[in-house]
T-cell receptor, first 116, second 114 residues
Framework: DTGVSQDPRHKITKRGQNVTFRCDPI?????LYWYRQTLGQGPEFLTY????????KSRLLSDRFSAERPKGSFSTLEIQRTEQGDSAMYLC??????????????FGPGTRLTVL | DAKTTQPTSMDCAEGRAANLPCNHS???????VYWYRQIHSQGPQYIIH???NNETNEMASLIITEDRKSSTLILPHATLRDTAVYYC???????????????FGKGTHLIIQP
């Protein structure tokens, strides 16, 4: 257990529905990352926050995806109008950085999304 | 961040040392080598990282060649619980340059045989 928690662990939804996932990072970590992992592939970076500011978004993050970290603690990732191609494991990671160096990222257990 | 090349899969007998190679021939001077592993249906687990000196922790040892173009992760006494996909990642570890997200390849599927 790394100390990063994700909820729910599994989500089954129908195409067209909206879903929201939550990530709670390690408490003193100021950076929070979201990744997506499809079957047989390594995780792919989606976006990250430093405190409450969203600093980078991958081109994989379509307009249907939105992420927030309102108080610089937990984060949510929402997918609107889900499509079958959104079926994947969504991973959250956190790290602490002073800004001078990039620190090690620790991952949560992931949320597995199945879109029917 | 530089790309890495790893074998698709490897077998190792339980109790023996597992040596996982990684090629990163285009690595830059300010890029570190990181290793993560992912046991089936779990999130990736950090193992170790290094710049140019060999590193050891409670999980593994990391040997980086002098020219830094390749490295080897060593699990000294592999157990069945070490069966996982192992990812070698190179990443800038300093201000400026490179992406902050990790770039994972497909990794090496290590299977520990009883």
């Amino acid at each position: 257990d790394t100390g990063v928690s994700q909820d729910p662990r599994h989500k089954i939804t129908k195409r067209g529905q909206n879903v929201t996932f939550r990530c709670d990072p390690i408490s003193e970590h100021n950076r929070l990352y979201w990744y997506r992992q499809t079957l047989g592939q390594g995780p792919e970076f989606l976006t990250y926050f430093q405190n409450e500011a969203q600093l980078e978004k991958s081109r994989l993050l379509s307009d249907r995806f939105s992420a927030e970290r309102p108080k610089g603690s937990f984060s949510t990732l929402e997918i609107q109008r889900t499509e079958q191609g959104d079926s994947a494991m969504y991973l959250c990671a956190s790290s602490w950085t002073s800004g001078r160096v990039r620190d090690t990222q620790y991952f949560g257990p992931g949320t597995r999304l199945t879109v029917l | 961040d530089a790309k890495t090349t790893q074998p698709t899969s490897m077998d190792c007998a339980e109790g023996r040392a597992a040596n996982l190679p990684c090629n990163h021939s285009t690595i830059s001077g300010n890029e570190y080598v990181y290793w993560y592993r992912q046991i089936h249906s779990q999130g990736p687990q950090y193992i170790i990282h290094g710049l140019k000196n060999n590193e050891t922790n409670e999980m593994a040892s990391l040997i980086i060649t002098e020219d830094r173009k390749s490295s080897t992760l060593i699990l000294p006494h592999a157990t069945l619980r070490d069966t996982a996909v192992y990812y070698c990642i190179v990443r800038v570890y300093g201000p400026g340059g490179g992406a902050d997200g990790l770039t994972f390849g497909k990794g090496t599927h290590l299977i520990i045989q009883p």
